[in-house]
């Protein structure tokens, strides 16, 4: 297999696994710790919602709001150069063409609702799909105060058009942590323990990306027509937010802490506007989940939650 068929699209894997990012810090407060919940559905259907007013609101004169874990996610998009997939050298593709593939995410400590970070990122993933090209990010974010670890994201991406860049009869295909370390799952052939349906609102991905994915994919019809939609789509970060949101509803009694590890893969894009309806089957410590757009009856994502301690009432 030899170059790409995107012209521009060329990936030197040598150069891409060798590269090293800056170290890069970044401040937020609960005001954007806030914003993100609202982008992510939190109270949209219920504005006094008592498992989700605590995100947006100092409910009860609780002294910090309480965070989602998936506020995390935000952290690989703090980087001073934006995206962190661009300025790689080796990495070529063509931007309007990328799509968020997966994202796994471990959180080691409770997440304050303002703080300094300190991410350090790297490449920790490249394989050639033929069709496509995949890089796996890996960001490691600490609080700049203790030093402490705080969490750890790996984002996929999937680069359409970019593959074909392996110079053997073998794809190429290289990771620098265990196979392992996701937990492997099938979607269960059950019944579902819960099912949560949620409508995403016809606005949602331009309230979405005031949390730092400024992608135009997600806001401009134009652009979304390059990229082979008919109209700007979900990010995938904003439907894996509202995904959680349900789960820690459903199984952790509201509280965002109890999550220790999130993974999911996107399956389909998600127009803004459709209706989200995710099934769960609780597999202590783990709950499985696949979400659906009813309005397509289609699978646009699935995956896990790892969790600290399941109530005893479920
Ligand atoms: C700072 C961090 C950067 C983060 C990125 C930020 C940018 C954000 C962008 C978005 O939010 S885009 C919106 C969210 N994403 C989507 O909507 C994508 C939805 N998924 C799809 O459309 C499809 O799944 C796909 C990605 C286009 C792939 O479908 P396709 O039919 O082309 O693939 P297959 O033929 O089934 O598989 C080929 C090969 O690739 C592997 N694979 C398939 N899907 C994924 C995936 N989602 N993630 C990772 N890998 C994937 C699949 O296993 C096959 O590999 P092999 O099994 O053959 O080895």
């Known amino acids: 297999m030899e170059s790409s068929s995107i012209s521009g699209s060329k990936i030197d894997p040598k150069l891409v696994l060798s590269h090293k990012f800056a170290e890069d810090e970044f401040s937020y407060s609960e005001r ?23 995100y947006v609101y100092h409910r009860d004169g609780q002294p910090f709001i309480k965070v989602l874990p998936t506020f995390v996610s935000l952290f690989p998009f703090k980087k001073s150069n934006g995206l962190g997939l661009v300025d790689v050298p080796g990495l070529n593709y063509e931007p309007s063409l990328l799509l968020h593939g997966q994202q796994y995410i471990e959180v080691y400590r409770p997440i304050p609702s303002s703080g300094t970070i300190i991410n350090n990122a790297s490449i920790a993933g490249l394989h ?16 700049k105060e203790t030093g402490e670890i705080l969490c750890m994201n790996r984002s996929t991406v999937f680069l359409r058009g970019a593959g074909g860049f392996s110079d053997s009869s073998k794809p190429y295909s290289y990771t620098t942590y265990p196979p392992n370390q996701i937990f492997r799952f099938s979607i269960p052939k059950s019944k579902p323990t819960v099912v949560y349906e ?33 109209r700007p789509i979900q990010h995938g970060l904003c439907t894996l937010g509202f995904v959680i949101r349900a789960v820690v509803k459903s199984f952790c009694n509201g509280e965002p802490a109890a999550v220790k590890s999130i993974f999911g893969r996107f399956l389909l894009h998600v127009y803004p506007g459709e209706t989200l309806v995710t099934e769960m089957w609780l597999q202590a410590p783990r709950v499985i989940y696949q979400t659906k757009v009813k309005e397509r009856n289609k699978a646009v994502l699935s995956g896990y939650v790892e969790i600290k301690q399941i109530p005893s009432s479920l």
């Open 32 to 54: 954007d710790v806030a914003i993100y919940a609202l982008g992510v559905g939190a109270c949209g259907a219920d504005a006094v919602d008592t498992k989700e007013l605590h």
């Open 198 to 230: 949620d409508r995403t609102q016809n606005s949602q991905a331009l309230v979405y990306r005031l949390s730092g994915d400024y992608n135009p994919l997600h806001s401009d019809p134009s652009i979304a027509e390059i990229a082979r939609f008919s």
């Open 128 to 143: 050639d799909k033929g069709k496509a090209a995949i890089v796996e990010l890996e960001t490691t974010s600490y609080l």
